[in-house]
């Protein structure tokens, strides 16, 4: 059973960074994608960005692009999602979302095998 702990959420004025850590355990396949979700209240989940477990495949959510960044640590096997310049519409809860052996796909929630509990991040002055 794969487990996923998403931790480095908080309160951030507007303008201000944040690095999101998605601790992942339990993984017994060769191949795996890793993908940031965000949730704003009220609203369904929104693909962020997506990394597959050796790096070698990233993408990002087309407007996202520029404040956004996705690496892995694979000794430590987590995955870090920093995030630049946030805005307030950036609140949310933030979920990692694994998938295997393909990469998962930021449109979709289906594909996501398993989830973490999410890390809150409020943007806010």
């Known amino acids: 059973q794969v487990q996923l702990v998403e931790s480095g959420g908080g309160l951030v004025e507007p303008g201000g960074s944040l690095r999101l850590s998605c601790a992942v355990s339990?993984?017994?396949?060769?191949?795996?994608?890793i993908a940031w979700f965000r949730q704003a209240p009220g609203k369904a989940r929104k693909g962020v960005a997506s990394?597959?477990?050796?790096?070698?495949?990233?993408n990002i959510e087309e407007t996202m692009r520029g404040r956004v960044t996705i690496s892995t640590d694979s000794a430590k096997d987590t995955v870090y999602l920093q995030m630049n310049n946030l805005q307030p519409e950036d609140t949310g809860i933030y979920y990692c979302?694994?998938?295997?052996?393909?990469?998962?796909?930021?449109?979709?929630?289906?594909?996501?095998?398993?989830w973490g509990n999410g890390t809150q991040v409020t943007v806010s002055s």
């Open positions: 990394t597959s477990n050796l790096g070698s495949i990233r």
């Open positions: 979302g694994y998938c295997a052996p393909a990469m998962c796909i930021l449109k979709y929630t289906y594909d996501v095998h398993y």
């Open positions: 339990g993984n017994s396949e060769q191949y795996y994608s």
